[in-house]
């Protein structure tokens, strides 16, 4: 789930920010979700996932979420704190349906649910073996049961790996930890004459590493709970797994779904995106009229055999051995499937490619005439790698064809493959079949030794009545061409197949790299001349003296600076810096700095210009992008700046004695994280030879040969020994001490600076 620079996945960051709009809505259903745990735990964000999934279609649905992060304290003061803030809360509020998740949320409404949503019905998930004893006193409540399958997983482990003999259970002593593993000793006691089971209970994480690093090979550990060890130490299942997957060298199985890809192989795994789309899908019907009492809780926990690949592959499991309709995660992309925009043309080159390859072979009785079509193929492929498209080089290659003269002899099977794996080491499981053209009476095959040794060999090869073509270029989508026909082939033939095989190949790589490099050129001018750069010609009529300069690290690059007079009083600078580099983050720049010339009017504040801008930039916001920004108004009348810091490094006010004091007011949010996000805004007073110097984090963050920081330490000294310099020379020190600085390392971030120095009395 992708994150904003608060570390809250952006989905719920903008239905948190939206609690006003959900208040004021009239004539929308009301949902609300009342979670036990908190943000950022995988198991309630799936559920809400889920959720949130199922209402994506109703507009006439508002979702309101609550989380009440019972995993830092589930007192029963703190339930009384949580009733006084939601009783306050949604005191003019009432909702249609409430969706509770996991055991503190349904325990909650159960004490204070009459109090606080009278006659609200209540869907529940997540109940970890769910009794009717949970639901006494509530009425309208119907909802889903969790229950862990440790039965199931034994005999997975039983079934997959019949060499264990040892099963080795991870659990904390948390409440939640002792109650699993009472169930998990139910489970095993079936299984006491097949393994022997041991637990770690009780260790720190250093002390289970060692203990784990000791496995022998007939044993397995089974992944309970570990959200704090011996220590007192507090551990997220995406820290707590890893660490015990890489100490192990035998397979970890879980029982949750958010366990795998973690370093867990699998098993039958409680799925919280299941148990929130069941529950989602209850609560739609009781929106749509259905009694909560009248629909029948459901008892089968909707578990589902999940198996991570890497995992599988690591420990050599062949997946036909897993149950059937077994769900794996994490299967790398096919080959056929990155590239499929591309196959058309590739293929359409490829025809015409398996016709030039088959004119060769019926051809091959005259030798003369099959050197004269040889010599035609180099003279003129050596022009196609002068080429610069796609179009240019397929048109080049059909005057080749035309040239050649077809064999008499036909080919009886043409099989055309992609082959992702290395040359000189052949992967079979790499190599994919794409079209195969074989007559029924041929009695031909590919032969799968010849095409091995053709890999292994890196290049064409021939063998008695069967050749194969072998490209060396990604760029082209089947680049293995296995043939055979009804005569022996020549050498000359293997030699032609070498010739084209290297020279398209070659064009194809020359014309990618060209066109890459030509539009990164041309993206790099574009996004230059978009920055000001007549510096004194807008800002000397503001009595100041400013300058700023961008430094991409890439061809184009993601930060930001600008400088305009909203009207003769007022000038707007603005430095920026998007949380990506390269195109889209360049793209990103370009929209947010034309958005901030286009919302900046006369009258209005840096705050309000902001929460226009911010507003723009969240919506349709596909890639998750965000900016920091720094935005300030400069009124030389009085010798005020009016600004706004949305998550950008603070700028540093140089006083008339040099003195350096980082401007560390922070206004809101970084802008296209959260909608409706609003900002705060701060003045400065800028006396006469005083300096304003604002940066991207590409300055403090620049590093030498031996990754050392150059920092704000050095940055504060260099801006002292500076005092009264103008912001010119201010900003080229600045770069050419960190070019000393960096010593030949390579620049790992876009470096932007602006220098603004107050040089007239308020006009």
Known sequence: MPTGASGVPKADARILAEDEDIISSVGKQRVLVLNSYNIGYAWTDNEVR?????FANNPDVVLHLEFMDTKLSNSAGHFANLARLLRRKFRDVSFDVIIATDDDALDFLRDYGAELFAEVP???AGINNFKLSKIQGLTKVTGVNEEADFHDNIELIARLIP???????????????RMIRREFDRAAQDFQSRFRFHY????DMAELSAKLTQLSDDSVVFYLTFFQDAAGHHFAPQEAIPLISNSSPVPVFGQVDYMIGEGVLGGKVKSAYYQGRVVAQIAQRILNGEKAECIPIIMDSPNSFMFDYEQLRRFHINFSELPQDSIILNQPETFF???RTLIGIVLSVFVVLIGFILILLFNIRQRKRAQQGLQDILVAMGSVLELHSAAEIKEKLISIINRIIFLEQRIDCVAVYNYTGPLHHYKPQELIPLTTTQPADSGSAADDSLIRRAVEKGGSLVSGNQCVALFRTRGLVGNLVHLSGRRRFEDIDQDLLEILTSNVSMAIEQLEKSKLQESLETARQIQLSMLPHAFSTVTGPFGIDLHAHLLPAKEVGGDLYDFFAIDETHLCIAVGDVADKGIPAALFMAVAKTLIRAKAEPGLGPEIILNKVNAELVRDNEQCLFVTLFLGIFEPTNGLLHYVNAGHNPPYHIDRNGQPVALTGRSGPALGVIEGATYRPHQLHLQPGETLFIYTDGVTEAAD??????????????????NGASAEVIDTTLMDRLHQFAQGASQADDITVLTMRVTEPSL
């Open 50 to 54: 889920a959720i949130q999934d199922v």
């Open 122 to 124: 209540i869907v529940f």
């Open 163 to 177: 060499e264990v003999k040892h099963i080795y259970v991870i659990a904390d002593n948390l409440t939640a930890g």
């Open 200 to 203: 770690f209970t009780g260790l």
């Open 337 to 339: 499937y990155k590239y």
């Open 705 to 722: 040969a031996s990754q050392q920081l150059y920092g704000e330490e050095r940055l504060e000294q260099l801006l002292s020994s500076l």
